[in-house]
Nanobody
Framework: QVQLVESGGGSVQAGDSLRLSCTASGRSMNSFHMGWFRQAPGKEREFVAAISFGGSNTYYADSVKGRFTVSRDSDKNTVYLQMSSLKSEDTAVYYC??????????????????WGQGTQVTASS
């Protein structure tokens, strides 16, 4: 059984930075692509970023490109999302997830099998 626990969320001012962490237990994630998604109130869950199992490839949503950086530490079985220049529209619950399919499909919600419980990020202008 895989368990994912996100941390690092909080309330900040627009323009500030936060770093989210997602630590997995129960299984090594080193062979799996990992992704970050977010869901704002009244909206559907949307893709934010993904990182390949080896860490050499990444995808980003256009809305966060240049501001967010995804990375992973295999020794710690942890994936990170460094968020800079936060905007009010980044306010959402952020989820990490483990992909079960091809890297080509890593931007799609349906490609992910295991999900964390989410962490709230609020950026106030």
């Amino acid at each position: 059984q895989v368990q994912l626990v996100e941390s690092g969320g909080g309330s900040v001012q627009a323009g500030d930075s936060l770093r989210l962490s997602c630590t997995a237990s129960g299984r090594s994630m080193n062979s799996f692509h990992m992704g970050w998604f977010r869901q704002a109130p009244g909206k559907e869950r949307e893709f934010v970023a993904a990182i390949s199992f080896g860490g050499s490839n990444t995808y980003y949503a256009d809305s966060v490109k240049g501001r967010f950086t995804v990375s992973r530490d295999s020794d710690k079985n942890t994936v990170y999302l460094q968020m800079s220049s936060l905007k009010s529209e980044d306010t959402a619950v952020y989820y990490c997830a483990v992909a079960s399919g091809s890297w080509l499909l890593a931007r799609q919600l349906k490609s992910y099998e295991y999900w964390g419980q989410g962490t709230q990020v609020t950026a106030s202008s």
